[in-house]
Every structure is written in C-alpha cells, then in structure tokens.
C-alpha cells in the first residue's frame, strides 16, 4: 500500500510553547491513523498544520503526494476536516449545510445532489435532512459534521476528538460510522483523540503523544506487548513510598507506578505473584486494602511510556475518576 501521509520533524513553536516538538509518522492508505494523548499534547496543532490551516516553524508532510506548504491546494482538495470545535451552522438545515459545503468546493448541481443523498444515506440522516441544525442532539450534529466532511470526496478524513463530550452510547455510534466508511469508502482517516477505548478500538496504528512529541507508535496489540506482562494494581493503607522503592528494586518486577495510595506493578504471571505482594507488605506492617489483577490495556501502556496516566494532567477531579477505575477494573 503506497504512503497516503508522510510527516517529517514537524514543529510548531508558540513562543517558548514546543506545542509539536518534531513529530515524523507515515499513514498508509486505508488505514485509521490515530493520535492519543493528554490535553495540551499537541493533537490539534499537529492536525491543523497538515490540513494547511497553520504553518509549521520547521518540517514537511506530504497528503495523498502534495506538499502542505507548496501545493496546499491540492492538499485541501484531497482532505476532509471535522474539526474539535464544532462548526455547523446552526441556524441552517442538515441538507443546506451540506449543500453550502459543496458549493464551497465548486461541485456541481448535479453532483452535489447525488453526493448530498448519498453522504445523508451513509450517516442515516435522511429523515431529518430538513431540521435545523439547532434542534439537533450533539450526536446528530456530530455525524453531519462527519458527512460533511466527505462531501467533496477526499482521500483523507481528519477527525480532531470526534467523540469529545458525547456519551457512552453516541460514541459508540459515531464509532460504528467511521468503521463503515472506512470499510465503504476506503478512505483514509486520521483521528485524534484522548479516549483510550476510542483509539484502541478504531486505529490500525496509534502514536502516543505527549509534550509535542510521539513517545510510541505501533498497532495496539504490539503496544501492549511491549509491557510484556499483567498489572497488579495493589492499594496499600500506609507505607506506599517505601513499598514503592522496594518494589523497584525487584528483579520479577518490571515497572511501579503510583497513584496516591495505589501500585500499580507490571510483572510476569501476575497471579502467581499476588501472594508474594501481600507478604512484602506485611513485611513492612502495611495492609493491603485491594488488589486487582488484569492483562495491559492502552492505559497502561501510557503510563509505561510517560509515567503517568493520559488524564493525570487534567487535575484532581480526574486522579479520582482514575483511581475510582482501576478500584473497579480486573
Ligand atoms: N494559538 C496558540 N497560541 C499559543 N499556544 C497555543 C496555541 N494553540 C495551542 N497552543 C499550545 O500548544 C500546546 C498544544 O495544544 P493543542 O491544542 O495542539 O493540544 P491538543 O493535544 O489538541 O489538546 P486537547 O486534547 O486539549 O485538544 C498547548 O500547550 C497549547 O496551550
Ligand atoms: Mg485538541
């Protein structure tokens, strides 16, 4: 399969910001491509500057064999965008927004009738097609704007946090319609996104981002692999620090992470190795209060490339969202 994007040390300084610090990927054609990180990792500004919306202080990357800088043009013509921030016109219908989309792109009557039914068909929103955008839900909204965004045809659909702050339910949904597109249209995609579960699901290959930079990159499964081992998420009543350091020490233990009371240990057989946990506790007169053991997920993953978990940044609301989920996970 030939190259459909090809990114080369792309930077973009604001100031003394490094918002992307170099970054080089390639993206194969027909595959789904995507970018997971933290907020303020660097998403967005990647993806606007390969949609030519923004310059690049240094690098290159070439869509579908164009240059962002030198045949932008061409770029745009072979690229689609749903951007993060939503941009429908809310004041017009699903049909006449797309209608003003394709008259953006200088198609044709004819062709923008046939491409408007067929887009309306693909996103099943026919029977709604003359709504105004204003009363639609947000997952109706996100679907057209996803439509829209095939209008013109492109090689390549960029789709900037597709599912942000829409439930578990419509996620799943506007899951399912990239896959078909995908599947149906054979096209490229790029997304970016900071949900484990979206990116795990959906991309053939995923990057890690964070601070500007690609930290990881590979499919999933060998992502994964390279932990090379179970968790055991372990909380402990008193003494985490010292668990911790001892822990390090360990030749059967792989990595330590921490998370206010909570260890999280990679090792080999994890459920061999349980017993052997609690009694290096009680060495120590600490009490194990839980214990959870589970296969590697993206989480993990994250937290072995960056030592820290993709949420961690976003504050204390979120550390207890997370604690809160590996109680619960196994
Ligand atoms: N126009 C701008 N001026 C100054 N700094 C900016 C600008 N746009 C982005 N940044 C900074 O660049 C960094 C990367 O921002 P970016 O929006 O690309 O992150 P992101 O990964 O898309 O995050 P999110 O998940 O929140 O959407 C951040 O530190 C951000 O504050
Ligand atoms: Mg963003």
């Not at 030939?2 to 194969?28: Q, T």
């Not at 985490?240 to 233990?253: D, Q, R, T, Y």
């Not at 052997?276 to 060495?283: H, L, P, Q, S, Y």
């Amino acid at each position: 399969m030939a190259d459909m994007i090809v990114v080369e040390n792309l930077k973009k300084d604001y100031g003394d910001v490094k918002a992307v610090d170099g970054i080089s990927f390639e993206v194969k054609e027909g595959e789904i491509f995507g970018l997971l990180g933290p907020n303020g990792a660097g998403k967005t500004t990647t993806i606007k500057m390969l949609t030519t919306l923004l310059k690049p202080t240094a690098g290159h990357a070439k869509i579908a064999g164009f240059d962002i800088l030198k045949d932008s043009t061409k770029v745009r013509e072979n690229i689609g965008i749903v951007f993060q921030d939503p941009s429908l016109d809310e004041d017009l219908t699903a049909r006449e927004n797309l209608e003003f989309h394709a008259i953006l792109y200088k198609m044709g009557k004819e062709q923008r009738e046939r491409k408007i039914a067929e887009v309306l068909k693909l996103i099943e929103l026919e029977d709604k097609a003359d709504v105004l955008v204003k009363n639609y839900s947000g997952g109706l909204k996100r679907r057209l704007e996803i439509g829209r965004g095939l209008i013109h045809e492109p090689k390549v659909l960029f789709l900037d946090e597709p599912t942000l702050g829409l439930d578990a339910q419509t996620r799943r949904h506007i899951w399912e319609y990239i896959k078909k597109l995908n599947d149906q249209q054979k096209i490229t995609l790029i997304l970016t996104t900071h949900y484990m579960e979206e990116a795990d699901y959906l991309s053939s290959r995923i990057a890690f981002v964070d601070h500007g930079k690609i930290v990881a990159l590979d499919t999933s499964k060998a992502l994964k692999n390279k932990l090379g081992g179970d968790v055991i998420s372990v909380q402990f009543n008193k003494g985490v620090e010292e668990l911790a350091k001892h822990f390090k020490s360990l030749k059967w233990v792989k990595t330590v992470a921490r998370h206010g009371d909570f260890l999280d240990l990679t090792v080999m057989e994890g459920e061999t190795k349980i017993p052997e946990v609690i009694k290096i506790a009680e060495r120590r007169k600490a009490t194990v209060i839980s214990v959870n053991l589970h296969k590697p997920s993206l989480e993990d993953v994250f937290i072995y490339f960056t030592g820290k978990t993709i949420r961690e940044e976003a504050g204390d609301q979120f550390k207890e969202h997370m604690r809160s989920r590996m109680r619960r996970r196994g």
